[in-house]
Structure formats: structure tokens, C-alpha cells
């Protein structure tokens, strides 16, 4: 808000064109502390911004300032597509430096295959099952019953154990013993990936040489369980209807054939 604000806020709603909104979304850089200086463009946060305007500007004709939207007739290149695969060393170095709290949410994300929105929300009392960890996807509600495995209760057993202990609805819990909110999380994840992507103290080389997100460890899962299991076992694990989603947009090539069990 603040940012169309100082861009747009001298402006009457009607008078905003979307030759305004393209150049905002072509010159929109990313201002991240470590590559504002870069002056690196930013397209996808750029149409995530103008998407987010969208609303706002629907709230302007619904309170009277304004009788156009210019952004729903907008059209918006594709997002390119992300390839980006997390290989097993990656994942390991990055998780060697993690803190406590992010090493859990790591092998959490690592073995069921979820989102930080769905690792976040996990509440022992209503999710677990004698069968595994029950999860219902953000995006579709799709319900999926995580099984069992060793390494699943040794990291649920690690995520009880973080203090305080007290209010203890939720398995992943902050310093305040409470849920992180998306913000919250979500900082500290950028502040594990500068870290990563940053030089030691003695000079050491980063060891990471490029950035992933969180998201990245459910296509880590994806590609790990095809490799065991195959692409239908990668399907189940994901909660998806067809088999060809996992395929075309998680299952990533490693240069192996998947090896079935």
C-alpha cells in the first residue's frame, strides 16, 4: 500500500491508466536489502503488487472514488516457469546452519511434501491419526494422511520438545510458544537463505549458491519419493488427482530414472 501510495496516491482512482501499471510492473525492482542495490527487476512481484491493487481498487469504486478498475482487463505475461530443485546436498548444508526451529520445519516440508502454510497450521490434537498426520491443501482443501515413518515421529518428537511447552496447540510453535504467522516464518526463512548465500566470517565460500524457498522442499519431496517409489506414489503424497500435475510441475529430472520399489 505504502509503495502506490507515494506512486499514485497524488491521483484520482479515474485517472490511473494501465500504461501506469505496465511501467510500474517493468521498472518494479527488487528491494530486498541484499539486492536493492542491484537494482534487480522484480516482474512477479510486480503483478503479485498490481494483483493486490486490484482489490484496493475495488474498494474505491464500491466506496464511490472511483467508477474503473484498470487492472481487470490487464493482461500479465506469464510467470516463467520455476525449475528450481533442492539436491539432497543442498538441502543438507542448508539445514546444518538452520536454527533449531527451521531444522524441524525443514524435515517437516522434506518428508510430508507441504507448504509452510500447512507445516504451520499442524495441530496434534485434531491432526494426528493413528495412520499418520492428517493435512487439507490451502490452495484446493484436498485432505491427504501423511503415514507414519520413523523419521516422521523422530522429528514430531523434536518439535514437542521445543520450549515453552505452554499453550500447546500448535506442533510448530515460536519463542513464544504461539503459531508463526506467515510474516513471521517467513522472514526468518529469508534470514536462513541470506546466511546461506553469504560468506562465513573467515571469508568462507556460501554454502549455498543459490536461494530456494520453502515451497522448493515440496518439489525435494516430490522428486526424492518418484526416484524410490515412482511418479504415482509422488502423486499420492501431494494430494493431486492426476498423476500429470506431479509429473509436469514437481517432479524435477536428476539426470536418474525413478526407481521403484
Given at each position: ?7 499514485f ?12 501499471l ?35 481498487l ?13 487492472v ?11 525449475a ?24 517437516l516440508?522434506?518428508?510430508t ?53 505452554i ?6 510453535r ?6 508463526y ?40 519431496a ?11 506414489a509422488?502423486?499420492d503424497l501431494?494430494?493431486?488427482a ?20
Amino acid at each position: 500500500i505504502d509503495r502506490f501510495n507515494r506512486l499514485f496516491g497524488h491521483m484520482l482512482q479515474d485517472c490511473l491508466t494501465q500504461k501506469h501499471l505496465y511501467t510500474y510492473i517493468d521498472r518494479r525492482i527488487d528491494e530486498r536489502e541484499e539486492f536493492k542495490h542491484l537494482n534487480k527487476p522484480a516482474p512477479s512481484a510486480a503483478r503479485h503488487d498490481v494483483r493486490f491493487l486490484k482489490k484496493m481498487l475495488n474498494k474505491g469504486i464500491k466506496w464511490g472514488a472511483g467508477t474503473v478498475n484498470q487492472v481487470l482487463t490487464l493482461e500479465f505475461d506469464p510467470d516463467p516457469s520455476d525449475a528450481r530443485d533442492v539436491t539432497p546436498d543442498e538441502y543438507a548444508a542448508v539445514y546444518k546452519i538452520a536454527s533449531e526451529r527451521m531444522q524441524i520445519a525443514m524435515e517437516l516440508g522434506d518428508i510430508t511434501g507441504q507448504d509452510a502454510q500447512e507445516i504451520r497450521s499442524i495441530r496434534p490434537k485434531t491432526d494426528f491419526t493413528d495412520e499418520g498426520i492428517l493435512f487439507r491443501r490451502g490452495k484446493t482443501g484436498n485432505a491427504v494422511i501423511v503415514e507414519w515413518t520413523p523419521d516422521l515421529r523422530a522429528v514430531v518428537e523434536r518439535a514437542k520438545a521445543l520450549k515453552p511447552d505452554i499453550p500447546k496447540e500448535f506442533l510448530l510453535r515460536n519463542e513464544a510458544g504461539k503459531q508463526y504467522t506467515k510474516d513471521g516464518f517467513k522472514s526468518l526463512w529469508q534470514k536462513l537463505m541470506r546466511k546461506a548465500t553469504s560468506p562465513g566470517k573467515n571469508g568462507e565460500p556460501p554454502v549455498l549458491a543459490k536461494r530456494f524457498k520453502f515451497k522448493h522442499l515440496r518439489k525435494k519431496a516430490a522428486t526424492d519419493v518418484a526416484e524410490q517409489r515412482g511418479p504415482e506414489a509422488a502423486r499420492d503424497l501431494l494430494a493431486h488427482a492426476d498423476v500429470k500435475v506431479t509429473k509436469k510441475n514437481y517432479i524435477q529430472p536428476r539426470g536418474r530414472k525413478p526407481v521403484r520399489a
